[in-house]
Each structure stands twice: as C-alpha cells, then as structure tokens.
C-alpha cells in the first residue's frame, strides 16, 4: 500500500486444531464447536531487529452464537537478542449467525421496504467517493498489486479515528473510481472487551448488510452490499504496513480497467511498431 520499503524475512507457521467440547442435554440441545489456531511470524526489520508475533485464535459456535477470541503476543529483540519491547492484546466478540440471527435485521428492513428485497442505500459511495466517478488528482501512482489500476491518496471530507492514510484505485485511462480504502498503521481497538468491534457494528449500519467472517486465523470480515459492491473489514494483521484496513470496491469496473489497460497497451504496441517502422526506413535510406 505504500512506497516504502522493508527488509523482511517472515516465517509461518499455522496450526489448526478442532474439537468437540460441551455435553448433549437430556433435551437434544446442540453441542458447542470449538475451533483454534495459531501463526507465529518472525521479521527482520531494517535495524536489525528482530519482531515476533504469536497469535491464537478460537472461534466457538454454539446453535447459532459464534464466539470468537483473538489473543496477540508481540516481542521485539535488538541483534544481540536482548528484550526491546513485549505487548499483549487480547479481544473477543460475539454475534448470531444462520436464520435465527439474521430474521430481526432482515425483517426490520424488509417492513422498511413494504416486504420487497431491500436496496441499500447510498451503496454507491465509500468514504465519500461515488464508484465510477472521475476521480480529479495528479497524484497518482502505478502498484504493483494492482497492475491494470493507478492509485491515488485523498483526504475524506469526515476521516476515521485511528486511520493514517486513505487510498483510492481507479481506471487507468478515465480515471474512474474502482477501489477506497481507509488504512491505519495501528490496530483500531474495539472500544469495549467482549463485544463486537464497532467497526462492524458501523459498517452494518451504513450497509443494512451482515458481517461475514471470511478467515479462520484473523480477523476479517466482508460485507455484500449489492450491484456487484464488496466491502472488507480486516482489523488485525492486515498487511506489512497497516494493522486495520477496510477497503470497497465494484467488480463491473474492475472489468472495465482491465479493458482500459489492454487498449492502452494494444495503442502502445501500435505507437511502438510505427516509430520502428520509420527508424528502419530512415536507416535503409542511409544505406
């Protein structure tokens, strides 16, 4: 996401394990599913040091209720392996999923709607921007992780606390609006222990959508908001760079930049088979 550049050596490793915990009742009642993992990550930073990270994560499902905790253990060591810096940071949170959980949500919109399939509304904008709207800067950048867009940082009209830097991907030729995202370096903390993240509380609000929880080791979860539009939480881990990073974007200009990008490359080839043919004449005319 940024230009700036590390020396990194990461190691992984993932364990995954799954138990059946809890008893039946004499009634039936569903038993809880348990599921943990863990990642250990190791990078070298441009000093030398070196950072460690440990994370555990257990997910529990009980009928409907999903639990999920996220425990984190950072260290830092300078190059002789002396302790620099040790933190923790441990959340959990909880919420319904399946039929059960999903009727108050749905049948509150769908009363809104007089029983037809809900639209959500103003779904067509992120962090102020409308997607296919030109976006007019001069700062814009090619990314290697995005080859068929150029990128460009902006400022919104009403930024996030605890964000550091906002991004927007858009068409190389029109310079339409593809992708936003609103990044910060430094986890986003909850605000409160033992209850959803108010990220996703918010983007469910703005959205009228549910949260899906998209990764088994960290937390990431994506919002379907219609026509094609796909909204990304991750609020741990999300990248080099930046812990907290949430980010929308529309599949049809995705599309549409990859066909703006082959018609420019297919203009280029052409430019560049025309200045060779005039070389070559120009050339053979010498001779």
Not at 207 to 223: D, I
Not at 243 to 264: F, G, K, M, S
């Amino acid at each position: 996401m940024t230009d700036k550049e590390k020396i990194t050596g990461t190691v992984a490793a993932t364990l995954a394990v799954a138990a059946l915990i809890g008893f039946a009742a004499a009634t039936g009642e569903k038993k809880d599913v348990s599921q943990k993992s863990s990642e250990a990550t190791v990078v070298t930073n441009d000093n030398g040091s070196v950072s460690r990270t440990f994370t555990e994560c257990t997910i529990t499902t009980n009928g409907s209720l999903v639990t999920e905790h996220r425990r984190e253990t950072r260290t830092t060591l300078d190059t002789e392996g002396n302790m620099l810096e040790s933190s923790t940071s441990e959340y959990a949170q909880s919420y319904s999923v399946g039929d059960v959980g999903m009727a108050p949500l749905t049948a509150s919109i769908n009363s809104k709607s007089g029983g037809k399939e809900p639209a959500v509304e103003n779904a067509d904008s992120f962090m102020g921007l409308k997607f296919g709207s030109e976006f007019k800067g001069t700062n814009f950048v090619n990314d290697a992780n995005e080859p068929t867009l150029l990128r460009a940082s902006f400022k919104p009209k009403k930024a996030l606390a605890g964000f550091d830097d906002y991004y927007v991907y858009v068409t190389p030729k029109t310079h339409k609006v593809v992708k936003v995202y609103a990044c910060a370096k430094d986890a986003v903390e909850p605000g409160a222990r033992w209850r959803r993240h108010y990220l996703i509380e918010a983007l469910e609000k703005r959205y009228q959508t549910w949260a899906r929880l998209c990764s088994y080791w960290r937390p990431c979860y994506a919002f379907d908001i219609g026509d094609g539009r796909t909204v990304t939480a991750c609020l741990s881990g999300a990248s080099r760079d930046y812990e907290t990073v949430v980010a929308a974007w529309d599949d049809a200009l995705l599309t549409v930049a990859a066909d703006e990008t082959e018609a420019l490359r297919a203009e280029a080839r052409k430019n560049a088979a025309a200045k060779r043919s005039l070389r070559v004449n120009d050339a053979a005319e010498a001779f």
